[in-house]
């Protein structure tokens, strides 16, 4: 049978979706407030966004011809990426390795979770906090555990310097300032 006549329930479990590279050791590294907003966000699809984009497209349906109905077509083509990203967020979470980095605060070694300024060969200083792969955001200074720059810098000390393997060859980092949140006092 052709692929063109399947309900889409009977596609592969797989969305299709791009989800980040496998990390060694299959480690889903991420902070409690990572973790917590990619809760909060499948939360917020399975109880407020798909139950309202179910009554929508219910009410298109009961309109009559869905072939040319644009809140129906519409609203499906939403619902089947809202059920693909909580698919996503699912399996990630199930995943997830929760690291408080809190403990390591006062330390002067950089493991995940640390906020450090680092200098390059050209003396130009960065400061950017090692995440998971989950939560980093490179426009707000984040990198993943897992890109080459963190994984070049992870275990080292205040002044140590570090080799970064580039396309056009190596280049060294010396690392300036080493930082972790300081512990919850509730807890």
Do not use: C
Not at 77 to 92: A, S, V
């Amino acid at each position: 049978m052709s692929k063109a006549f399947t309900k889409e329930s009977d596609q592969d479990e797989d969305d299709g979706s791009p989800s980040p590279a496998p990390v060694p050791g299959g480690k889903n590294y991420i902070t409690r407030a990572g973790y917590d907003r990619l809760r909060a966000e499948l939360f917020t699809l399975i109880d407020d966004e798909r139950p309202k984009i179910v009554d929508i497209v219910h009410w298109a349906a009961s309109n009559g011809d869905r072939s040319e109905n644009g809140d129906y077509l519409y609203g499906k083509k939403r619902l089947r990426e809202i059920d693909r990203r909580i698919r996503f967020l699912t399996r990630r979470l199930e995943i997830a390795e929760v690291v408080d980095a809190s403990l390591h605060h006062g330390g002067d070694q950089v493991f995940f979770g640390a906020t450090l300024t680092y200098a390059d060969d050209a003396g130009a200083e960065t400061t950017v906090t090692i995440l998971g792969v989950d939560e980093a955001d490179s426009g707000q200074g984040q990198i993943s555990w897992v890109s080459p720059v963190a994984r070049a810098l992870l275990k080292a000390k205040v002044g140590d310097v570090v080799r970064l393997v580039v396309p056009g060859g190596t280049q060294e980092l010396e690392v300036l300032s080493v930082s972790y949140p300081a512990p919850d006092s509730s807890a």
